[in-house]
């Protein structure tokens, strides 16, 4: 079993639409968590952090559930700039575990 | 946007010769790292420094080793090339830990696209 597992996707919807996809991971010591997106063929870029039971970030939402191992990202009112792979990364030890990621496609 | 550079940014090379990549930061971060990108595979970490000298070694080290001799560069030798090291290489740095022990974030340089033929 992979340490971080995240659905590939792809997501594909409409502008104005809610999407969600989780991210499970295997390691119960995993203390933080993070969700970095990443374009085409770019660097990983930080979207929100997750300490906590969860975070909120403009139309951004991320839900930790440490009994279940998954953290889950909320995108509302999606935006043709939310195109991207969302990459999902529980940290220990200063070290991050990267899931593959999962794609989201937002079509006019 | 972190001050993380990275050279080359693009180099092809052949099977065999020795590669090095280079990781600059401007932020006096303490710690660096190194992942290798794949199709399917998400970021592996190669390897890792919690300070000047000190290094050790992340999911796929085989065939990279490292080298810090000062704070901000951080450096990756593929000693002896090989095709399967064909990848995209991305450095990362973060701050220091808190008395606290939360990890900090990670920020990431452009990438490095190697290719091995």
């Known amino acids: 079993r992979k340490e971080v597992e995240q659905d590939p996707g792809p997501f594909n919807v409409p502008e104005g639409a809610t999407v969600a996809f989780n991210c499970t991971y295997s390691n119960s010591a995993s203390q933080s968590f993070f969700w970095y997106r990443q374009d085409c063929r770019k660097e990983p870029k930080l979207l929100m952090s997750?300490?906590?039971s969860g975070n909120e970030d403009g139309r951004f939402t991320a839900q930790l559930n440490r009994a279940s191992q998954y953290i889950s990202l909320l995108i509302r009112d999606s935006k043709l700039s939310d195109s991207a792979t969302y990459l999902c990364?529980?940290?220990?030890?200063?070290?991050?575990?990267f899931g593959a990621g999962t794609t989201v496609t937002v079509r006019a | 946007d972190a001050g993380i550079t990275q050279s080359p940014r693009h180099k092809v090379t052949e099977t065999g010769t020795p590669v090095t990549l280079r990781c600059h930061q401007t932020?006096?971060?303490?710690?660096m790292y190194w992942y290798r990108q794949d199709p399917g595979h998400g970021l592996r970490l190669i390897h890792y420094?919690?300070?000047?000298?000190?290094?050790d070694k992340g999911e796929v080290s085989d065939g990279y080793s490292v080298s810090r001799s000062k704070t901000e560069d951080f450096l990756l030798t593929l000693e002896s090339a090989t095709s399967s090291q064909t990848s995209v290489y991305f450095c990362a740095i973060s701050e220091s830990g808190t008395s606290g022990g939360l990890p900090h974030t990670q920020y990431f340089g452009p990438g490095t696209r190697l290719t091995v033929l």
């Open positions: 932020e006096n971060h303490r710690y």
């Open positions: 990364a529980p940290s220990n030890d200063y070290k991050l575990s």
């Open positions: 997750v300490y906590s």
């Open positions: 420094s919690y300070g000047v000298k000190d290094t």
